[in-house]
């Protein structure tokens, strides 16, 4: 469940999501509202306690099994009496790379989440059973010490990628299909969206024919968009990255953020990502995601719409050493675990130019910033807690023209770091409980991009990104660092 598994989980979650199918797109959506069949919401609202419980318990057993006995994992020798220092010891801030414990788990929760939402549970009451598999993965399955972030990361997180899983292979799934397109669209969703696949593999669903489309959400506007090009990346004023990086750009806007007509979780979420191509640099770049959780509108005419929401927010950077002449890493953050409210705001004033904006004020429940200092067995990164902030425009000329940005920073609090003067050699990484040096961290991640439009779904994209980080230690002088991306490419909108 750790280094491998990330890195087949990244790549399954996007190639697919990319197949299904944060700007806001003023385009036509790649596929029209359709509303759901009272059949299918009725069908799909049935509750199943013994196989989405099986699921999970089956899952983290396997899971287990396969690290215990094919990759002879420490971590994976249990017995009782591991329980029993489990229960009595308590949770733990553990030391794993970021990409296991930011995206890694979190995936692993969306797996959970999506054993009770594919037999019928809603969104609330499979968030608790997210938060029962990770418990039992913590304090039965493992003998190091439960992990009070991956508890965080896989709940909360894990109904992040979750849902937006769930929603996609919605999308694919089709009950009145047959043949080599029933056959297609039952793979594509059992790969976006695993246990709901096993799910309708179990109980036969994925090859009865039936006279509903099944989809629980029916379809929803969705606008999709795919840039391809490369990127270069400097850290600083000295060091630029010696090769050019080849890299992908997934946006997806699914619902219409400027209608609250459902009011239900995640009737809307945007989110995009980056996967890169480049030895160097892992192969996710940039993961970030809004979603409304709630909503309600304050003021829609023929001029003026703005909206207040509560909503949900993940985002996930990271990026490696891009020279030999420089050993530090341009940045690395992520927020799994962040809740908030936001305005949305559009302008109806003109039919050609088009404009909108939205700011979000957010609680961040975890999060995690590079460290100068703290270095410990897969972890250069701090933990901690505290604001985020998230503002934004889209200005678009009909389809022909668009300027878009994007500004959010975090505020973070490392409030539990280690005693002055520790002996770093002997110390036992997997018994020191520190999230990392007694820090606070204000970091910030801006970016500006123009379209403009080439040939029909085909647009010319420029995009640039400046990182910068400011972290106040307690124990070590304060460090300022920055970092820019440049993005050269082509982009298709379907």
Partial sequence: MKGLFFLISV??????????????????????????DSIDIAYNSKKNWKLAVGQIVGMNIGLWAFDRY????????????????????????????????????????????????????????????????????????????????DL?????????????????????????AEGTERLGREFA????????????????????????SGRQYGIPEIRIEASTGVRTLSLGKTYWAKEMIWTTNLNVEYGDRFDTYNKQPYDYFMFRASLNAHKSQPILGRFNLTAR????????????????????????????????????????????????GGLIYQNKRSASWLFDAYTHLNAVILGASLSDHYKVDMRNYNMGSGLGWQAGFNLTY????????TYEGYRMFTWKGYP???????????????????????????????????????????????????????????????????????????
């Avoid at 790549?11 to 759901?36: N, T």
């Avoid at 969703?189 to 024919?209: C, E, H, V, Y």
Wanted: overall charge neutral; charged content about 15%; aromatic content about 14%.
């Fill in 293 to 340: 959780l709630h909503g309600t509108e304050l003021i829609d005419t023929e001029k003026d719409y703005l909206s207040l929401g509560l909503y949900q927010h993940f985002a996930y950077y990271d990026s490696d050493t891009i020279s030999s002449e420089s050993n530090r890493i341009p940045y690395r953050f992520s927020v799994p675990a962040s809740f908030g």
């Fill in 152 to 176: 965080i990361a896989t709940s909360i997180g894990g109904i992040v990628i979750g849902e937006v899983s769930y929603s996609a292979s919605d999308l694919v799934l089709d009950n009145r």
């Fill in 11 to 36: 790549i399954a979650f996007f190639s697919c999501i990319s197949v299904s199918a944060q700007y806001s797109m003023h385009q036509a959506p790649a596929m029209k509202r359709v509303l759901p």
């Fill in 420 to 494: 002055v003067g520790i002996d770093w050699n002997t110390i036992d990484p997997n018994t020191l409980n520190v999230q990392g040096d007694k820090s606070q961290a204000t970091l910030q991640a801006f970016s500006l991009r123009a379209d403009v439009k080439l040939h029909r779904r085909i647009y010319f994209t420029l995009m640039s990104y400046f990182y910068s980080r400011i972290t106040n230690y307690d124990q070590y002088e304060d460090v300022r660092a920055h970092a820019k991306e440049g993005y050269l490419m082509m982009t298709y909108r379907f």
């Fill in 70 to 149: 094919a990759l002879k994992a420490n971590y994976a020798y249990i017995s009782i009496n591991t329980v029993e220092n489990n229960l009595k010891n308590g949770f733990k801030w553990d030391n794993d790379q970021m990409a296991t414990n930011m995206f890694g788990h979190p995936y692993t929760g969306s797996l959970y989440y999506n054993s009770a939402r594919a037999n019928g549970f809603n969104f609330w009451e499979s968030a608790a059973f997210t938060l029962g598999g990770s418990v039992i993965w913590e304090v039965l399955l493992e003998n190091q010490p439960p992990s009070t972030n």
């Fill in 189 to 212: 969703a059992f790969l976006i969206s695993p246990t709901r696949g096993l799910t309708r593999i179990m109980n036969g669903d994925a090859w009865q024919k039936k006279p509903t």
């Fill in 398 to 405: 009909k389809d022909i023209f668009g300027l878009h940005s």
